[in-house]
């Protein structure tokens, strides 16, 4: 069975500061996905992560894949507080033809001044 | 613009009835997902569909079918509805794993 674990489940932070957020799996893969979810919204697709060793970047945030590791990381920098929100990782296995996602629990933002 | 539209956005029901909750697609999109989301457990897979006819059992699946009749639509029935789904429920497609997946805006079900 899949499974994809996130930590922290609850980050506080101050506006400015520089985190990282983690997401480890337990089977073959090299397919991740980071979604940002609002609360009372739908996810919103962050990043696309399709080969070991992808880096992405979209404004403070950044999104890396280490498959030999099975291993993520979404890095914060300099936070803001628009940035508060739920952030998931999902991972398509090899084995599902690269089609069903399973999530991670979520990592629960929230940025203070 | 393609989109992927869910309906009813809330609806309340009673235990035992049937529901059904619909998405339709417009993306053209041969994969369609449905998931529950429930606090400390992320979001679910229920059933899934690659295309016309082809249906499968996700992680959470009793309780639940669905049909696909038509590339647009994967309607999520409800056979005899338990206090156990109430949930927000999210439909889901892609053309590939490579392109991603856009989710609809959710379905907020309470069974009473």
């Known amino acids: 069975e899949l499974k994809v674990e996130q930590n922290p489940l609850f980050l506080s932070m101050q506006e400015g500061k520089n985190y990282t957020i983690y997401c480890n799996y337990s089977?073959?893969?090299?397919?991740l996905y980071w979604y940002r979810q609002d609360p009372g919204k739908s996810l919103e697709s962050l990043f696309v992560?399709?080969?070991?060793?992808a880096v992405k970047q979209e404004g403070r945030l950044m999104a890396s894949l280490d498959t030999k590791a099975r291993l993520s990381t979404l890095h914060i920098t300099a936070a803001v507080h628009d940035l508060s929100a739920t952030y998931f990782c999902?991972?398509?296995?090899?084995?599902?033809?690269?089609?069903?996602?399973?999530f991670g629990k979520g990592t629960m933002l929230l940025v203070s001044p | 613009d393609a989109e992927i539209t869910q309906s009813p956005r809330h609806k309340i029901t009673e235990t035992g009835r049937q529901v059904t909750l619909a998405c339709h697609q417009t993306?053209?999109?041969?994969?369609m997902f449905w998931y529950r989301q429930d606090l400390g457990h992320g979001l679910r897979l229920i059933h899934y569909?690659?295309?016309?006819?082809?249906?499968n059992k996700g992680e959470v699946s009793d309780g639940y079918s669905v049909s696909r009749s038509n590339t647009e639509d994967l309607p999520l029935t409800l056979e005899s509805a338990a206090s156990s789904q109430t949930s927000v429920y999210f439909c889901?497609?892609?053309?590939?794993?490579?392109?991603?997946?856009?989710f609809g805006s959710g379905t907020r079900l309470t069974v009473v």
């Open positions: 993306w053209n999109h041969n994969n």
């Open positions: 569909s690659y295309g016309v006819h082809d249906t």
């Open positions: 999902a991972v398509t296995p090899w084995n599902s033809g690269y089609s069903t996602l399973t």
């Open positions: 992560l399709l080969s070991n060793g």
């Open positions: 889901a497609s892609s053309e590939s794993s490579s392109g991603g997946y856009t």
């Open positions: 089977t073959t893969s090299d397919r």
